[in-house]
């Protein structure tokens, strides 16, 4: 069997004059301050629909008006507000 032919250079290392040792600052990418504004007010929004057609849904017309509707609002805006939690690093 034919040996290998071995050549004097070596392979993989690089001079010294061409290496950058120069600290580099990474940027993980947070979340923006409106993302999370926006997070938390739809769950604070859902909350909040909800305790007061509870509360108080048979005082106010508007809300006497939507009905069951008032629970799609409440929940669907529970809903983004936590689907929107997945977005957020």
């Known amino acids: 069997m034919p040996k290998a032919k071995v050549t004097k250079t070596t392979v993989g290392t690089q001079s010294s004059s061409t290496t950058n040792r120069t600290p580099v600052k990474i ?3 947070g979340t923006p301050m409106w993302y999370k504004v926006l997070m938390f007010g739809f769950m604070l929004f859902g909350l ?3 305790l007061v057609n509870y509360l108080a849904g048979d005082q106010i017309q ?3 008006e939507l ?3 008032n629970y799609l609002i409440g929940f669907g805006g529970l809903i983004i507000g936590l689907l ?4 957020w690093r």
């Open 27 to 29: 940027n993980t990418g």
């Open 67 to 69: 009905g069951p509707w």
């Open 48 to 50: 909040v629909w909800l």
């Open 84 to 87: 929107m939690t997945m977005g």
């Open 62 to 64: 508007f809300m006497m």
